[in-house]
């Protein structure tokens, strides 16, 4: 899908998302914060921010897709308590999808069920299951190219 968002990453950490000019909603928004030391992306969900939909919360698309060499984790403070999460877990397990009130920005949801430290073991592994039960595959096309 395409999208008229813009990313801007400050020297200090905050990310910005510009949208297109519009009265209905706010063009510049704060979306979270990188420590680069620690490669941690933080932000904050207020409860409004739960998508029911796919039983989770939702992170702009293609900061999470392209801006990945900035963080491999992500911490999100929602409902007083920390979700914690990789990136490449948000990827492949989480929902894209367009909010239908502004259709500017793509977003990523991951169920609630699947933020956890042992969850991202899980993952490593290759044992993390999706909703149907199913596992799903770990990409290892990265690793086989290194032992050449």
């Not at 706010?26 to 941690?40: E, L, N, T």
């Not at 989480?94 to 073991?121: P, S, V």
Request: aromatic share 14%.
């Amino acid at each position: 899908m395409e999208t008229n968002e813009t990313i801007k990453i400050e020297p200090n950490g905050r990310v910005y998302l510009f949208l297109p000019p519009s009265k209905e909603y706010k063009q510049v928004r704060q979306i979270g914060r990188i420590i680069f030391a620690s490669k941690i992306f933080l932000t904050y969900r207020k409860q409004n921010h739960y998508y029911r939909k796919y039983k989770g919360i939702g992170v702009n698309y293609k900061f999470l897709s392209e801006y990945g060499s900035y963080f491999d984790t992500i911490k999100i403070e929602y409902d007083s308590q920390l979700l914690i999460t990789s990136r490449l877990l948000f990827l492949e397990f989480g929902k894209r999808d367009c909010h239908e009130a502004n259709l500017l920005d793509e977003q990523i949801f991951l169920d609630l069920e699947l933020f956890g430290l042992d969850n991202i073991e899980k993952w490593k592994r290759g044992d993390l299951r999706s909703k149907t039960g199913k596992k799903k595959k770990v990409k290892t096309l990265a690793l086989q190219f290194s032992l050449f």
